[in-house]
Each structure stands twice: as C-alpha cells, then as structure tokens.
C-alpha cells in the first residue's frame, strides 16, 4: 500500500526546497527513501569534523595542576590552562573541551576552546560538585554528575549553560556518566538500584532517565563506561581480576572482553573519533601516565613520561580509514566462489571489505524467492586461503523472525582472518513456515537529521496496528550506496516498550560520518515479540 504518490511528492518537495522519495510503505513497514535537505545529494559527501589528532590530559607537572594537550605520539606536550581541573571531553567537533574545575569549595562544569582560551563556567552553582562532562553527539548538551544531596546524581545541560535538568534519583547514586552517539542512551557506573547492592556495575538508562538496564553483574568494581563511536561497544575500567584493568563489552552487555592484562592499574578508556584506538591511564611504570592501544587491545604504548601523574586523557584523533571504511571491497585478486542458494532463499548482492582494525565484514542482502513464507533463515560464509583450504566459518542469522514471499533482509558477517585471505564462498538456509511475519507494526513520520560533528540520526515513528502489545520490537534498518549496494545495516529499539495496541512511540539512530556521506536511501522494517 503507497502512502504518497510519486509526483505528490516530487511536487511538494519542489515547493518546500527539500528533495525526499518515498515508494512507500508495504505490510512490513519497509519504505525507500532519498535523503531529506539538508543533506547533500548523492555524489556530495557530508562535510567531515576536523579533528586536531591531539589528546588532552591532567597533569601537576609544573607544580600546579593544569589541562595539557599533545600530540598523537605523545610529542610536543603544551599545557593550555591552569587549573584544578578533572575529567576532560572533547567536543564532536574538536573545537572544544568540557572539564571539572575547582572554583571556591566546589568543581564546576567549563567550557573552553581547544587552544585553552575563552573558558566559560555554565554549571556555575556554589553548593554542589558537577563531575565528569560528556558531550552529545550533536555538541547541545553536556550529561555530568552532581552531588546533589547526599549522593550523586545525572544530569544535564545545554552546553550553553541553560536547561540543567536531573534526569532521575537513583537509590544509591550515580556516575561516570556516558552519552551513546545516537543520543538515546546514557551509560554510567552505580551502587545498584536495590538495597544491598554496593558493588559498582555498569548501566545504561533512556536518555530521559527511564527504563534502566544493568550491563554487568559480577562482584567486582566497574567504572568509566565509554561508548563506541559506531555505539556497538562500551569500554569500561574493572577491578573483577584484581586489579583496575580496561575491558569492552557489546552494548547490550554481552561479550565482555578484557583488554589489558597486566598488575598495574589501568584506568580511564576513551575512544578515537574514528573508533580504532583507545587512550587510558596506567601507573604500570610507577605513576600514572597516559597510554594508548588498538581498540582491540593490541600495540599498547606509554605516551608521557614524567614524575608528576598524568591522568584524565580525551583523544580528539582523525584516522585516515574510519572503522567504516570499506578497503580492498573489490580487490582485483580475490574471487568469490558460485553461491549456494536454498531454493527458497537467494543472495541478491554482497560484498567483502577490511576495515582498519583488520577485520573482514561480508555486507549484503538475501531475499525470499519462494512462495511460502520462510523462518531460520541464514547466510553461511566459508573463507579460503589462495591454496583452497578454508581458514574461517560464519553466519549471520536473519534480523527478522519470518520472511514473506519477496521480503529482503539485510546480513552482515565479520570476521578475524589473515590479512591474505579474500576468497570466499556465500551458502543459504532457511525452512518453510506457516508463521506470519509481523505486518501490524506501521513506521511512519521517518527522516535524517544532520547533527554537528557529520554524525546525522535517523528518526521515526512506529504505531501498533494489532490487537496484543508488543514487549519487544527490533527495526531494521538497511543503508544502499547509490548503486544500490548495502553499506551498513543497523538495529534499534523504539523509545518505549511493551508496545499496546493502538499506541505509538518514536525511535532513534545515529549514522556514523562516514556512512553518512555514502547513503543515498534506506529500508525500514520491524520486528516484534508478543
């Protein structure tokens, strides 16, 4: 069913200067759509942030504590202000950084450029400690904590100074707060929000303060959550092996891994723009300095030596490759083997790239070419090595639970493999089914939003036309290129669950710059679980 004719949109596009296709909406809540103004048209990238490649830190180096900044290698150390200061955060941009200063009795909320002058104080109160600044991703507001009362509590602030709201009063406190990119989360470290629970774990809440998730369970200590830029991970500092070591997990919580490894205390992660490197605290030389590593934990290096202890690192860093940047996406070497479609189930496009991190991802779509509808559905991958032997499996399962006859479904595999293997061979999978594929689900009211920074956020609204309520809904989202290819697929949830029938809520997702600057339309569709 089309919900707007071609030419009505053409025309009132024309009328309102905005440039936006809609081919429509069908029963599973897919719609294709170009790019609304202001976003460039195909062909014309989304400006990019300029970025300094310069790490920010605390130091009393000089007798005084102050706010330093240097380069990537850690050469050319210049300190930019005086100040007790505390807990840095560059701006999306990287024109600006936001820190904890002690004015009288009590640590304010500043802002200042990157170079150290015009520095502004916009938390300004004289009864209250304002901590740990984070920047939305769109540089209007400022998430910290205060120590409002006799605990600490999250809040935010326009990053002029005006709208300070509490979000919510925890039990026991709250810290360390985190902004996911998209705007729709904050992380933070807690007591826990039942009594008797005094080990500090990881959370995440709406950005409106509702709906709080624990990320981590264990005994031990967990600070300093730091989101990904892409918002798939969040690094976070735990003392579950002893000592104070620098960890990542998926968003979700799953998938904790640990990144350093050693006796010392590691401290502190925050990420590069580009999501490749992350910078943290260590006294593992015997103070504390600041260090860098591969985001997976590899080349990890000292970049300041000093007797006095430098601690509070932001990375305001641009690399080259983006950890969406597709290289070597049609090398002239590999070759990709006849794939093996189920009768009922075909690949319509795919293809291999290695992001600057090293790992291979198999991007593209399948759809069902049967009659009937379709479950379990799967692509398999098989990877080979120049002499035919196969050097790694995979799969990626089907975002959504059934397929209708003609229904498409984005798929994405990454793997680990040797930086020589490029061939590859496509399998699919899938039993036939007499389950309805959600089709009650409406999404409407969708379009992309340029933030600051080149980030942009695609927005919406999905209304429950059936007759139970939904306590879970997974939307899928598949970004095209202008060819027609499959750039990036990506999952969400609506703002408010369980979904009754009849209501309606919106929902949110960040694009990454360089993604952004490659889509030209997209596909929505949605899943849910009664």
């Given at each position: 069913m089309y919900r707007i004719s071609m030419l009505a949109v053409l025309l009132s596009s024309l009328l309102a200067g905005v440039f936006l296709v809609t081919y429509g909406c069908g029963p599973y809540g897919l719609g294709w759509h170009g790019f609304p103004s202001p976003l460039p048209m195909p062909n014309s990238p989304l400006p990019k942030p300029t970025h300094s490649d310069k790490i920010a830190f605390v130091s009393n180096r000089e007798g005084q504590s102050g706010i330093y900044i240097m380069n990537i290698d850690g050469s050319n150390q210049t300190r930019l202000?005086?100040?007790?200061?505390?807990?840095?955060s560059f701006s999306p941009d990287g024109t600006r950084i936001a820190f904890s200063s002690l004015i009288g009795a009590h640590m304010d909320i500043y802002i200042m450029n990157v170079d150290g002058s015009n520095q502004i104080n916009i938390s300004n109160t004289s009864e209250y400690d304002e901590l740990f600044p984070t920047w939305s991703s769109d540089g209007t507001r400022i998430a910290f904590t205060s120590s409002y009362g006799s605990k600490y509590e999250i809040c935010t602030i326009s990053s002029d100074g005006s709208n300070m709201k509490r979000l919510v009063t925890f039990p026991t406190g709250g810290w360390f707060p985190a902004l996911s990119p998209d705007g729709s989360n904050i992380a933070f470290a807690s007591d826990g929000f039942a009594s008797g629970e005094y080990n500090e774990d990881i959370y995440v809440i709406n950005a409106d303060g509702k709906n709080p998730r624990r990320l981590t369970t264990d005994l031990a200590e967990e600070r300093c959550p730091a989101w990904s830029p892409d918002g798939k991970r969040i690094a976070f500092s735990s003392t579950r092996n002893g000592k104070w070591q620098i960890y990542v997990m998926d968003a979700d919580g799953s998938n904790q891994l640990r990144l350093t490894n050693n006796s010392a205390k590691d401290f502190g992660p925050t990420w590069s723009p580009d999501g490749s490197k992350i910078a943290f605290e260590s006294d593992r030389d015997g103070n504390l300095e600041i260090y860098i590593m591969n985001a997976d934990g590899s080349n990890q290096a000292r970049l300041t030596n000093n007797p006095a202890d430098d601690i509070y690192a932001a990375l305001d860093c641009a690399s080259p490759l983006s950890p969406y940047t597709a290289t070597n996406q049609t090398p002239s070497t590999s070759t990709v083997s006849p794939i093996e479609n189920?009768?009922?189930?075909?690949?319509?496009?795919?293809?291999?790239?290695?992001?600057?991190?090293?790992?291979?991802?198999?991007?593209?779509?399948?759809?069902?070419?049967?009659?009937?509808?379709?479950?379990?559905?799967?692509?398999?991958?098989?990877?080979?090595?120049?002499?035919?032997?196969?050097?790694?499996?995979?799969?990626?399962?089907?975002?959504?639970?059934?397929?209708?006859?003609?229904?498409?479904?984005?798929?994405?595999?990454?793997?680990?493999?040797?930086?020589?293997?490029?061939?590859?061979?496509?399998?699919?999978?899938?039993?036939?089914?007499?389950?309805?594929?959600?089709?009650?689900?409406?999404?409407?009211?969708?379009?992309i939003k340029v933030l600051a920074g080149g980030w942009s956020k695609l927005q919406g609204k999905i209304t429950n036309r059936g007759n139970g309520a939904y306590e879970s809904v997974l939307i899928v989202i598949t970004f095209y290129d202008k060819d027609g290819r499959v750039v990036e697929v990506g999952t969400t949830s609506p703002d408010t669950l369980p979904l009754s029938p009849g209501n309606s809520c919106t929902f949110k997702m960040g694009i990454n710059p360089y993604i952004s600057a490659k889509v030209v339309k997209y596909m929505i569709q949605a899943d849910g679980v009664r």
């Open positions: 202000i005086k100040s007790v200061a505390k807990c840095l189920n009768n009922d189930l075909s690949v319509l496009s795919h293809y291999m790239y290695r992001d600057n991190m090293g790992n291979v991802h198999i991007v593209g779509e399948f759809q069902n070419t049967g009659s009937k509808n379709t479950t379990g559905n799967r692509v398999k991958v098989t990877v080979f090595n120049f002499e035919g032997s196969i050097v790694a499996t995979g799969q990626s399962l089907s975002y959504l639970s059934a397929l209708k006859p003609n229904q498409k479904c984005p798929f994405e595999i990454i793997l680990s493999v040797p930086s020589y293997t490029i061939n590859y061979k496509l399998e699919t999978e899938c039993q036939s089914t007499d389950k309805e594929s959600v089709s009650d689900i409406d999404i409407k009211d969708d379009y």
